[in-house]
Structures are given as structure tokens and as C-alpha cells.
């Protein structure tokens, strides 16, 4: 037997520009991808916050809401004030 060598056929490398083309499109694919699910998960955050029945100054305070109405009303107005 011969040590002879055996090359294997070349692969075409893409060029650089090609290369360049297919990393823009990869990330401003990932990047409007973010963008669509950032949107999408505070969408579904807001929703479900207004969903959820109760007072959400109540929900904060928990038991002092049920014992002292005037600390609900101070909550209340507190959070509207920002």
C-alpha cells in the first residue's frame, strides 16, 4: 500500500460581505424577536394586573388595609400622587 495522500475537495467559503449579510440578519432577527416579546410580556403584566379583582393599595398593605380604612385612603392617594 502507498502512504499516498488524499485530499478532499475544497469547500467554498462564502465571502465576507456573505458573511457580514448573514450576523446583521441573525441579530436584528434576535433583536425585533426582544423587542416583540418585551412588548408582549408587559402587555400580559398589565392585563393581569387589572384582571386580578381587589384593590391593589389594599393588596399592599395586606392585614392593616382590613383594620384601618383611613390607611387604605392614604395609599391610594399616595400612589396617585406619583
Known amino acids: 500500500m502507498s502512504s499516498a495522500s488524499v485530499t478532499e ?4 467559503r462564502p ?3 456573505a458573511r457580514h449579510r448573514d450576523l446583521r440578519r441573525f441579530l436584528l432577527q434576535r433583536l425585533g424577536t426582544g ?3 418585551l412588548i408582549g ?3 400580559v403584566a398589565f392585563v393581569v ?4 379583582p381587589g384593590d391593589p393599595a389594599a393588596a399592599n398593605l395586606g392585614q392593616r388595609a ?3 380604612p383611613a390607611a387604605v385612603a392614604a ?3 399616595d400612589s396617585r400622587a406619583r
Do not use: S
Open 9 to 12: 475537495p475544497a469547500v467554498p
Open 15 to 17: 465571502r465576507t460581505g
Open 35 to 37: 423587542v416583540v416579546l
Open 41 to 43: 410580556i408587559t402587555l
Open 49 to 52: 394586573t387589572h384582571l386580578v
Open 66 to 68: 382590613i383594620g384601618d
Open 75 to 77: 395609599e391610594i392617594l
